[in-house]
């Protein structure tokens, strides 16, 4: 069954102290995507970053950086630096069969709680 | 500037009152998605559209519709809503290359009394 989990329903972090959101993954299709979406209190859905299965390194956007473990089907977000701002749920998902479907799996989120 | 818009943001309604949410893209894309989001569930895909007059399910189809007329409008109908059919929506549209980020509306809450 392709799954997505996120292990972690809430975590604390100090502001300007680097935080691990994690998230691991199930799927037999060769070809898949790996998406991490922010998710502040006022509702919309912000994309962060991608990784593709068959991407060689890690993936990076500014502060937030993608540990992808391929063979322990992990993928798990980095935030480096944490500010105030970055208090919100953050939701892992995968786009499984090369993306033909054009469907997101998400996992269940983890919220963020960022402490100055 | 590149968006998806969906209306209503908000709709509370009662039960078996027909109700249709609309989503419009100008981005073109091919790709276009409604999922629902509930808490401790994640989001979870209702239905999607790979292109004009071509829609699919997702993992949770059963009470609701959608059509896929023109390029830009993938509309989301409720036939006969149910309380349980209260959730926080979102439309979401992408290129063919499945692999492109996902670009969300804003989402529409809807309360079924």
């Known amino acids: 069954a392709q799954k997505i989990t996120q292990t972690q329903p809430g975590m604390f972090v100090q502001e300007k102290e680097a935080v691990t959101l994690d998230c691991t993954y199930d799927t037999s299709d060769p070809s898949y995507g790996l998406f991490w979406y922010k998710q502040p209190s006022s509702g919309e859905m912000i994309f962060l970053i991608y990784?593709?299965?068959?991407?060689?390194q890690n993936a990076t956007e500014g502060r937030y950086s993608l540990n992808f473990q391929k063979a322990r089907k992990s993928a798990n977000l980095v935030i480096s630096a944490s500010q105030l701002g970055d208090s919100a749920m953050y939701f892992c998902a995968m786009s499984p069969n090369g993306g033909a479907t054009n469907k997101l799996i998400f996992g269940t989120g983890t919220l963020l709680a960022v402490q100055p | 500037e590149a968006q998806v818009t969906q209306n209503p943001r908000y709709l509370i309604t009662v039960t078996g009152k027909k109700l249709t949410v609309t989503c419009s893209q100008n981005?073109?894309?091919?790709?276009m998605s409604w999922y629902r989001q509930d808490p401790g569930l994640g989001l979870r895909q209702i239905y999607y559209?790979?292109?004009?007059?071509?829609?699919d399910k997702g993992d949770v189809p059963e009470g609701y519709k959608v059509s896929r007329k023109e390029k830009r409008n993938f509309p989301l109908i409720l036939e006969s809503p149910s309380p349980n059919q209260t959730s926080l929506y979102f439309c979401?549209?992408?290129?063919?290359?499945?692999?492109?980020?996902?670009?969300f509306g804003p989402g529409t809450r809807l309360t079924v009394l």
């Open positions: 979401a549209s992408t290129t063919r290359d499945g692999y492109n980020e996902q670009f």
């Open positions: 981005m073109n894309h091919e790709y």
């Open positions: 559209s790979m292109n004009v007059e071509v829609t």
């Open positions: 990784q593709g299965s068959y991407d060689q």
